[in-house]
């Protein structure tokens, strides 16, 4: 596995014109792998935006190192960087405790009567957005932990992360009623409890919309 990021190039509106939807990110990540298009065997590629420090970064996991001009296509000069991840990912151990961040697609299926198929709503409340991840981490293979003056959980805000963003992207320029996708970010501290499944956490994503910059969540060891 391959980790990459490049900054994007937010001050030459010439260039990055195009970036105005998701599926324009989509389509830049899909042209950084010349070879896999080649091929016809297109591989799942996890990605997110994130801004620091004033900057606009793309970042990017994929099975293969991508093609570093096709990704600088809309980047910075020179801030492309692509590093193995394996040696990090073989490194997570049961227990550790590690800061983390995620973008993601937080939705529930409701039943539809007389229908096969549930439909698929995005949670709009803060407190249903945390309980989705909350629902989840224990399958994902880590817990979420509580604040160090929570004695018990008795809701989500004991716990020891929050949501740092929240917005409506737009899916496609060409959508005739402007489908947009619930997109929110989270951060905190989170326990490993099952290494060999955290892994493939990290390496699968989590939830929905993963073409579309959903699932990917890096961490940082504690």
Do not use: C
Request: charged share 25%; proline share 4%.
């Amino acid at each position: 596995m391959y980790l990459s990021r490049v900054e994007i190039d937010v001050n030459n509106r010439r260039k990055t014109k195009d970036l105005t939807h998701l599926g324009a990110y989509h389509n830049w990540i899909e042209q950084s792998f010349p070879e896999e298009i080649a091929a016809n065997e297109r591989q799942r590629h996890l990605w997110r935006i994130d801004q620091l420090n004033g900057k606009k970064y793309l970042l990017l996991l994929s099975q293969e190192a991508p093609d570093t001009e096709a990704l600088a296509r809309y980047g910075v000069g020179g801030s492309v960087q692509t590093k193995s991840y394996d040696q990090f990912l073989n490194g997570i151990n049961d227990g550790e405790l590690m800061r983390f961040r995620l973008t993601a697609n937080p939705v529930h299926a409701v039943p539809q009567p007389g229908k096969n198929q549930p439909k698929i709503y995005p949670h709009i409340k803060v407190d249903q957005q945390k309980g989705w991840l909350i629902k989840r981490a224990d399958k994902l293979g880590f817990e979420l932990i509580k604040k160090q003056q929570s004695e018990t959980i008795e809701d989500v805000n004991d716990l020891a992360f929050d949501i740092v963003s929240r917005d409506w992207p737009r899916l496609a320029r060409k959508q005739s009623r402007g489908a947009k996708l619930s997109r929110v970010s989270f951060e905190g501290m989170l326990r490993v409890t099952d290494a060999v499944t955290f892994r493939q956490t990290l390496v699968n994503g989590i939830g929905k919309e993963k073409a579309f910059g959903m699932g990917l969540m890096t961490v940082i060891p504690v």
